[in-house]
């Protein structure tokens, strides 16, 4: 095949595209990951049954704001760095800040108490629910996401898998923050920093494989 | 590339014209080195175009449109020297610029051959592409052809032209 001919072919009754549509399908596509990850919480665990008292409160409004923060920020980045070159504009660091502001709150928490308390406040009663529930509830909002950076062309994998990870670990978070019963500062910043963390890294292995186009 | 997004096909055909010279001194200058043929980097070059087409929705028209192409001219080549298991030879990633320095007018043949690739894809894409994109007509006229909705045949066009994107990946590996 002539080159010329494939320019004539590519550039015959060209349809008009829309460049709003990859920043339109990520949004939509955290909008429906989100839904799942609330959905499959609410059928496997259920809500915590103290979620209305004002001292759980507290702590669910932290858990949700710390992980709708890790959510926000990676969309944004993935959005760049799901396109062709998006790596080069996007200081992906940023997206660190959530996990800093938790230990740092968690450092605080733990620094203001008896230091006989520590065991308690760090490992909490359902860490090892929390470590299983949060990757497994991450799967699916994770193949939504990766569904949808297949169609938006990222050039690099490692980086745009790991951020797909990270969004999909917070989107769980979400979800897992409303059945999750242990109110501690250094609990969600040990246990959901890390499961988090967990998932960013499986994504970044799992990347090239799934999103070579 | 703005005109061509927004389905204007004789700029399109001429940002694609353009940014195939460069695409050609591009893979020419990377895979001659390394002891390849021309036919290789043509194909490089076709790939590279069809990438550019089927992907455009995905350039920002705020951003400036060199680094762009270059991330995906770059990852063509990439993909290619990983598939064809050749040590990945050093691709740097600062010569955005160069891209557009150089140009290369010598159209030569690709490996491929476009009929043998459009016989493999499904009939309802083949029909689609052949009508729209070979014989030129319009949508509806093609539409009206062959007997389906116009969006049909945009689907159509726009599936059958991945698959061709797929046929020629696969081509490689064997």
């Not at chain 1, 050039?155 to 790991?162: E, F, I, N, Q, S």
């Not at chain 2, 390394?34 to 920002?60: F, K």
């Not at chain 2, 476009?114 to 009939?123: D, E, G, H, T, V």
């Given at each position: ?9 590519l550039?015959t ?5 829309d460049h709003r ?5 990520l949004g ?9 990850a609330?959905?499959?919480t609410?059928?496997?665990l259920g809500?915590?049954?103290?979620a209305?008292d ?11 704001g710390f992980?709708a923060a890790?959510?926000a920020l990676g ?12 790596e080069?504009?996007a ?6 800040l ?19 308390h520590?065991?308690?406040?760090v ?8 470590l299983l529930s ?6 699916v ?6 569904w ?5 062309a ?8 790991a951020?797909a990870?990270?969004?999909?670990g917070g989107?769980s978070a ?10 501690s500062?250094p609990f ?13 890294l499986?994504?970044a292995i799992?990347?090239p494989r799934?999103?070579?186009? | 590339m703005v005109?061509g ?8 055909r ?11 001194a ?7 080195r390394?002891g390849?043929?021309?036919a290789?980097?043509?194909d490089?070059v076709q790939?590279?175009l ?5 992907q ?12 762009w192409?270059?991330?995906v001219?770059r990852?063509k080549?990439i ?7 050749a ?19 010598a159209?030569a043949?690709?490996?491929y ?13 083949r ?13 509806a006229?093609a539409a009206g ?18 698959a061709?994107?797929a046929?020629i990946?696969?081509e490689?590996?064997?």
């Amino acid at each position: 095949m002539k080159t010329d001919e494939l320019i004539a072919m590519l550039g015959t009754n060209v349809e008009r595209v829309d460049h709003r549509q990859v920043t339109r399908l990520l949004g939509l596509t955290v909008v429906v990951a989100v839904a799942i990850a609330v959905g499959t919480t609410l059928l496997m665990l259920g809500i915590r049954a103290d979620a209305l008292d004002s001292a759980s409160l507290v702590f669910l409004g932290l858990k949700l704001g710390f992980a709708a923060a890790i959510v926000a920020l990676g969309a944004m980045y993935l959005a760049k760095v799901a396109r062709p070159g998006g790596e080069r504009m996007a200081p992906v660091t940023i997206v660190a800040l959530p996990f800093i502001a938790i230990v740092l709150l968690a450092a605080i928490a733990l620094a203001f108490a008896p230091s006989s308390h520590w065991n308690n406040m760090v490992v909490g009663d359902q860490w090892l629910e929390c470590l299983l529930s949060i990757p497994i509830i991450a799967i699916v909002p994770f193949a939504v996401v990766i569904w949808a950076v297949r169609r938006t062309a990222p050039t690099d994998l490692v980086r745009a898998g790991a951020l797909a990870g990270l969004v999909a670990g917070g989107i769980s978070a979400i979800g897992y923050a409303l059945h999750c019963t242990d109110d501690s500062v250094p609990f969600v910043a040990l246990w959901y920093g890390g499961t988090i963390a967990i998932c960013t890294l499986a994504g970044a292995i799992l990347g090239p494989r799934l999103l070579r186009w | 590339m703005v005109a061509g997004l927004a389905g204007d096909a004789a700029s399109h055909r001429m940002l694609l014209e353009r940014l195939s010279h460069h695409l050609r001194a591009y893979y020419k200058s990377r895979l001659l080195r390394g002891g390849r043929s021309v036919a290789e980097a043509e194909d490089l070059v076709q790939d590279a175009l069809i990438a550019i087409h089927t992907q455009r929705h995905t350039y920002d028209p705020t951003q400036p449109l060199t680094p762009w192409v270059y991330a995906v001219a770059r990852y063509k080549l990439i993909d290619h020297l990983r598939r064809t298991r050749a040590s990945s030879a050093d691709v740097p990633i600062e010569d955005a610029d160069e891209i557009l320095a150089r140009d290369d007018h010598a159209a030569a043949e690709s490996a491929y051959d476009l009929n043998r690739l459009l016989a493999r894809i499904p009939k309802k894409m083949r029909s689609a592409i052949q009508c729209v994109k070979l014989d030129g007509l319009s949508v509806a006229e093609a539409a009206g052809r062959c007997g389906v909705s116009e969006s049909a045949i945009k689907v159509n066009v726009h599936r059958g032209l991945k698959a061709l994107a797929a046929l020629i990946a696969r081509e490689k590996i064997a």
